[in-house]
């Protein structure tokens, strides 16, 4: 393809996909159907100059940018209308350094792809459960997985982030942030989220040494909801740290409770942790068992999302268990879900000895540490005309338990919180504001609930993009 050039201006260099090209369709298109923008172009760059010429052309052009790595966000802030993609997917090397347990990670890496390619030398990382989810934004937005008790989150293992950030009036530059240099943007690009400051090209992480690990499964009916829940969430957060588990409730019309999670360690043992859960209830299905790590992580890959395109979903962070009231409020609204495809999802965090909420709340851009677990509200569907319906079971379902639990972790952005800043970032969004100022003040990297600049309400944050390319239907209240 011909590289598009302006006069005098700067030229987009990669795979450059125009509207009317074949490959447009399948290069616009977010994981979250929901989201159906037109981009004026897509840039897929193979190298970081790539990077720095799209920024610069977008900047010289006026053109509103967006960086897309693994395209999973859920509110698809990686997509944009009449502006410019710059995606890194095609920039997916690993190189491990078993000796000095590190590896630098390209920002195009889908998880799948990270845990091979770290398998081969046998280490690993604390990183999600998706096969198809970008190490990018996952790991800027914080990154929680099977893995999270003992290891912390994947920003927690970030030791280096390179970035091409914006520069001057119409510049780019690439910059490298450690503890060293650029002190301020690493502590942001661990939980700050995804699209903020600049590109992310390239992650040096610390890798664990893996080789086993033993997992399980228990299934029960759904009439036991109320015996198995609050047993999980005392248990949860209390075992051993070496074991991180999750728990999920289908919708009433699917009927069934299903807990999943992995030990470091062997199966008797896992068999062992687990005997309070089998006494909760009358659990229809056990299976525990011994696999090597990169088996375990095929077992958590989510599979069945590709079913039910649409999708929205909320989260919220629990700091102790839910009381009587919160669970009878879980059993309603999944009693009366909009469709087979809805329901509550929640995994341990914190708790007795782990690693997450060892750090302290400001030590890195993620807040959320003394929480002791996470849960996702969702709902699925196909057509349009379920949308509403979805949505509005969403916003209710997150406003009835908004007693009982707090904030949102920023990797699953919800555009229906109206005091986001807080929600995501709580007692750092101050500085986080600082570092934006610092490294783009001239706001090139913005979208629906980036950080801004200025000093503007907390109402007027998303205004300029919802506007135009944040289309989804907005209630009252
Ligand atoms: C099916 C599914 C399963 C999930 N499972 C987990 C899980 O187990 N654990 C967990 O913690 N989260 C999980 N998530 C949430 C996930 O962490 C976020 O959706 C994350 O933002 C996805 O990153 P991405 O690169 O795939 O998405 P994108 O849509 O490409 O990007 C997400 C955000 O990051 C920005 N971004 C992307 N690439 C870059 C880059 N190179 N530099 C700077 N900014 C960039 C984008 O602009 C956007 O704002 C899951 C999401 C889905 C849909």
């Given at each position: 393809m011909t590289p598009h050039r302006k006069k005098t201006g700067t030229r987009l260099t990669g795979r450059i996909v125009f509207p009317g090209n074949p490959?447009?369709?399948?290069?616009?298109?977010?994981?979250?159907?929901?989201?159906?923008?037109?981009?004026?172009?897509?840039?897929?760059?193979r190298r970081t100059q790539d990077v720095i010429n799209a920024v610069k052309w977008a900047r010289e052009q006026g053109v509103r940018l967006r960086v897309r790595s693994g395209r999973h966000s859920y509110e698809g802030f990686s997509a944009v209308n009449g502006g410019i993609i710059i995606d890194v997917s095609a920039m997916n090397k690993v190189k491990v350094d078993r000796k000095n347990r590190v590896a630098i990670v390209q920002a195009g890496n889908p998880l799948a792809r990270v845990y091979k390619k770290l398998w081969n030398k046998r280490v690993t990382l604390p990183a999600g459960t998706a096969p198809d989810v970008g190490v990018?934004?996952?790991?800027?937005?914080?990154?929680i997985g099977l893995l999270s008790r003992k290891y912390g989150l994947t920003c927690d293992n970030l030791k280096q982030v390179k970035m091409v950030v914006a520069s001057g009036r119409y510049g780019a530059k690439t910059i490298v942030a450690n503890r060293r240099k650029h002190s301020d943007l690493l502590w942001a690009s661990r939980g700050g989220g995804g699209g903020n400051f600049g590109v992310a090209i390239a992650y040096t992480f610390r890798v664990r040494p893996i080789s086993t690990v033993?997992?399980?499964?228990?299934?029960?009916?759904?009439?036991?909801?109320?015996?198995?829940?609050?047993?999980?969430?005392?248990?949860a957060p209390s075992v051993t740290n070496r074991l991180t588990s999750t728990i999920e409730v289908a919708a009433k019309k699917v009927g069934t409770i299903e807990s999943t999670g992995q030990l470091l360690g062997g199966a008797e043992e896992l068999r062992r942790l687990i005997r309070p859960l089998l006494r909760a209830g009358t659990p229809v299905k056990v299976l525990v068992k011994t696999v090597p790590f990169i088996k375990a992580t095929q077992f958590f890959a989510e599979t069945d999302l590709n079913l039910e395109p649409k999708f929205k979903i909320s989260g919220a962070y629990g700091f102790q268990p839910l009381p009587r009231e919160g669970v009878r409020m879980i059993r309603d609204f999944l009693s009366k879900a909009p469709n087979r495809h809805s329901t509550v999802w929640s995994q341990s965090l914190g708790g007795?000895?782990?690693?997450?909420?060892?750090?302290?709340?400001?030590?890195?851009?993620?807040?959320?540490?003394?929480?002791?677990?996470?849960?996702?509200?969702?709902?699925?569907?196909?057509?349009?005309?379920?949308?509403?319906?979805?949505?509005?079971?969403?916003?209710?379902?997150?406003?009835?338990?908004?007693?009982?639990?707090?904030?949102?972790?920023?990797?699953?952005?919800?555009?229906?919180?109206?005091?986001?800043?807080?929600?995501?970032?709580?007692?750092?969004?101050?500085?986080?504001?600082?570092?934006?100022?610092?490294?783009?003040?001239?706001?090139?990297?913005?979208?629906?609930?980036?950080?801004?600049?200025?000093k503007q309400s907390r109402h007027s944050y998303s205004q300029p993009d919802r506007r135009k390319d944040c289309r989804q239907p907005r209630f009252g209240g």
């Open positions: 490959s447009y369709h399948a290069a616009r298109m977010e994981f979250n159907r929901r989201f159906s923008k037109f981009p004026k172009v897509i840039v897929f760059c990018a934004g996952l790991t800027l937005g914080g990154g033993s997992i399980y499964r228990v299934t029960w009916k759904w009439g036991d909801l109320e015996k198995v829940l609050p047993v999980w969430q005392r248990w007795a000895g782990s690693a997450v909420s060892r750090v302290s709340p400001t030590a890195t851009a993620y807040p959320h540490r003394k929480a002791e677990t996470i849960y996702e509200l969702s709902a699925r569907w196909r057509n349009n005309g379920e949308q509403r319906r979805n949505i509005q079971w969403v916003k209710r379902f997150r406003r009835a338990l908004s007693p009982f639990v707090k904030g949102d972790y920023v990797n699953f952005p919800d555009l229906l919180i109206k005091n986001w800043p807080k929600a995501y970032y709580g007692v750092n969004f101050g500085r986080l504001k600082q570092v934006k100022r610092k490294y783009d003040p001239h706001n090139v990297f913005r979208f629906a609930q980036s950080i801004p600049v200025g």
